[in-house]
């Protein structure tokens, strides 16, 4: 009596939590596996007029403009997601200037462009790009490895400079790169983030391409499974519709066995990975991901992460700091100042100004050692000859680095542009804010109608949860712990089922045996 009491609660637990989360389950799994491929669906774009108005561009908002690049001719390039627009400094009209890119807005997702001997550099998610100031496009550069994320350019005096998420590249000519591994930092030790562990062991890029494809699989086995769930609780009712009407139910009920065969195998066999799957999700978003943020372990051996480089996936900017003659390196872990050989250990900038997690967006030269830094924690004005950073808006000093803060401000700072002698900075929800008298003008239909949203943005929106938040305001940011529990507590109770009632089967074969 006791166990058919214990059945009938887990059977309602994984019956009717289920319904509810099945559709989010299959949200997830279809967004996870877009999100595991970004190159390959770099070339789907969608209109930002099916999302929610908070995805439509308004005043240079949403990272619009990361930055700008002075030209002859009084001419300013801009660039940012939307691309490369050229514009006079005066900012009356704006050209395309995309030309070459690969179709896809994800393909111009430009960081960085510098010029160099009379030559346009840029420095785009999926790799560098030359073109001439009087030429009809821009052109990719081949670099020595298969790393295509460029996260910098930058110059020091006649060389060119390229940071990739790994590694620092070398040029005297723009095209022919030495590719240099940065010396381990003082202090260093083996380890990597605990949150940097769970990402990747949630996407299966841990374990390179074939742990991406694992994880592809158990997506497409989370399809399987919510939609024979779903099947399996509408077909008794089909049945007894059919019988109702005196119409033959022989095949239906057939589909029902088979059906709930295919849920029950695949639940069985992928419960396990599954659920550590989806554990591993749900810490990658607030509250799950606070205590674990900031937490550092030893790297898995033979995993993506094991490399001896000590600077894997962690570079973001590079300057060099004529004065002082020394590389400025923003890296994931902090300031660092690198010697001109590179060839001794790079040593902490100690006090530096807050960076937000999601990087530095703001890297400008002030003159006189001082520094301009903006990211979505705000924007500081830091002078290297103190060491003193103080918030740009308040003039208060900063909080020194390490300490625990929130991961986002006031001023989400996503963009910095020069023209001429006025100045704008841009904020990520409110887009153009002037520094000087002149407001930046607005955002023309030609660029709005040419800049749409990435299906790999798309698939990132749903999967976080965000896409839900003008609906339900900031409770949107609990959507991926709940829905992530709720999923984890319908596949341990379905096994439980399937256990139950396999154990029972297999003991009704024995004692059939037995008995014969």
Not at 325 to 350: A, K, M, N
Not at 456 to 470: C, D, K, P, Q, V
């Amino acid at each position: 009596m006791v166990k058919n009491k214990a059945v009938k609660f887990f059977r309602k637990l994984h019956k009717w939590p289920g319904i509810i989360i099945a559709g989010v389950a299959i949200l997830f799994a279809v967004s996870g596996i877009v999100l595991n491929h970004r190159y390959t669906f770099s070339a789907v774009d969608l209109s930002r007029n099916v999302l929610p108005p908070n995805y439509r561009y308004s005043n240079w908002n949403l990272a619009a403009v990361r930055g700008s690049c002075p030209l002859e001719n009084d001419s300013l390039l801009i660039y940012g997601n939307i691309g490369v627009w050229k514009s006079s400094t005066g900012l009356a009209s704006f050209s395309d200037y995309n030309q070459g890119f690969p179709r896809g807005i994800d393909n111009r997702k430009i960081y960085s462009i510098v010029r160099f001997q009379n030559k346009l550099f840029a420095g785009t998610h999926f790799g560098l790009y030359y073109r001439e100031p009087a030429g009809r496009q821009w052109r990719k550069i081949m670099l020595p490895f298969r790393e295509e994320r460029i996260a910098d350019v930058s110059l020091k005096d006649d060389t060119l400079l390229v940071l990739t998420r790994h590694h620092l590249l070398q040029s005297t000519d723009g095209f022919l790169y030495d590719v240099v591994q940065l010396p381990q930092p003082v202090g260093y030790e083996r380890k990597t983030g605990l949150f940097t562990t769970l990402w990747q062991l949630h996407s299966g890029e841990l374990w390179g391409l074939p742990g991406k494809l694992v994880v592809d699989l158990l997506g497409m086995v989370t399809v399987l499974l919510s939609v024979t769930g779903l099947l399996h609780f509408f077909f008794p009712k089909m049945i007894r519709q059919r019988r109702k009407r005196q119409k033959p139910v022989k095949s239906l009920a057939a589909n029902f066995k088979t059906n709930l065969r295919w849920h029950n195998v695949a639940g069985y066999v992928f419960v396990l990975f599954l659920v550590v799957n989806t554990l591993a999700g749900i810490h990658l978003r607030p509250p799950l991901l606070i205590p674990i943020a900031g937490k550092q372990v030893g790297i898995i051996p033979g995993t993506h992460l094991d490399n001896p480089n000590p600077w894997f996936d962690k570079l973001r900017r590079v300057r060099w700091n004529e004065e002082k003659q020394r590389y400025l390196f923003s890296t994931s872990d902090g300031f660092f100042w690198g010697d001109e050989e590179l060839s001794q250990e790079l040593l902490p900038v100690v006090p530096q100004p807050p960076v937000s997690v999601m990087g530095l967006n703001v890297f400008e030269f002030m003159g006189n050692q001082k520094y301009l830094t903006g990211s979505f924690n705000g924007l500081y004005m830091w002078n290297l000859n103190t060491g003193r950073s103080v918030d740009f808006f308040t003039g208060e000093p900063s909080v020194a680095f390490g300490s625990i803060g929130k991961p986002i401000a006031a001023n989400m700072v996503s963009g910095f542009v020069v023209a001429g002698e006025h100045a704008w900075w841009f904020d990520y929800n409110r887009g153009a804010v002037s520094l000087t008298e002149r407001s930046f003008p607005g955002m023309p239909t030609e660029i709005l109608n040419d800049s749409p949203i990435s299906l790999w943005n798309t698939a990132l929106e749903i999967h976080t949860g965000r896409i839900f938040e003008r609906l339900v305001g900031p409770f949107y940011i609990l959507y991926v712990p709940f829905a992530g529990l709720c999923l984890i507590m319908v596949l341990i109770s379905g096994f439980i089922i399937w256990w139950k009632a396999h154990r029972k089967k297999r003991k009704n074969l024995w004692l059939l045996n037995a008995g014969n």
